[in-house]
């Protein structure tokens, strides 16, 4: 999913499944609903049993920030953290929205007039305006987590996909 703001990322660590939630619990806060958030901790979110829905606190805007989920689970290696990060369900709704508004202006002037012509590079241009846009914003904050949780947790990253 290199090309699409969506990752799905599995870390292995010798900690144990309680060890991972203390950690998680000593650097993620409830979320706040308030304007000026003044934030003690790293992250926001809940921690339920086994399972965290995440997102890194920020002092700045970027709409494109990920939604961690994760499932803590424990492997004949160790433990492992599987972490999804997505954008958030209102930023991709918009999205799927404003680009279909777009394409349809697209098809509807290819089709009246037929041809390529200077106005038609303009829609283009917008959608990879807001493609760059929308990959710039959630990549440069899913690397960060990455890397913060990857410390967090003295663990790495393997590859492949979930044995069940």
């Not at 609903?33 to 003044?38: A, E, H, I, P």
């Not at 492997?75 to 954008?87: F, P, R, S």
């Amino acid at each position: 999913m290199k090309y699409l703001p969506f990752e799905r990322i599995i870390y292995r660590t010798k900690l144990s499944e309680q060890e991972i939630i203390t950690r998680l619990s000593g650097f993620v806060e409830p979320k706040k609903f308030s304007f000026g958030k003044t934030s003690t901790k790293e992250y926001e979110g809940s921690i339920n049993d086994k399972r965290f829905e995440i997102n890194r606190v920020i002092n700045y805007r970027n709409s494109f920030l990920p939604q961690l989920t994760g499932i803590i689970q424990k492997d004949n290696y160790g433990t492992q953290i599987e972490v999804t990060m997505k954008l958030h369900v209102f930023v991709f709704v918009f999205l799927i929205f404003w680009c279909g508004f777009v394409m349809f202006f697209l098809i509807s002037l290819g089709v009246v007039q037929q041809k390529i012509s200077v106005f038609f590079l303009v829609p283009v241009g917008m959608l990879l305006f807001v493609y760059a846009l929308t990959m710039l914003g959630f990549k440069t904050e899913s690397k960060k987590s990455k890397e913060f949780l990857m410390k967090s947790f003295e663990a790495e990253i393997i590859d492949g996909k979930i044995n069940n």
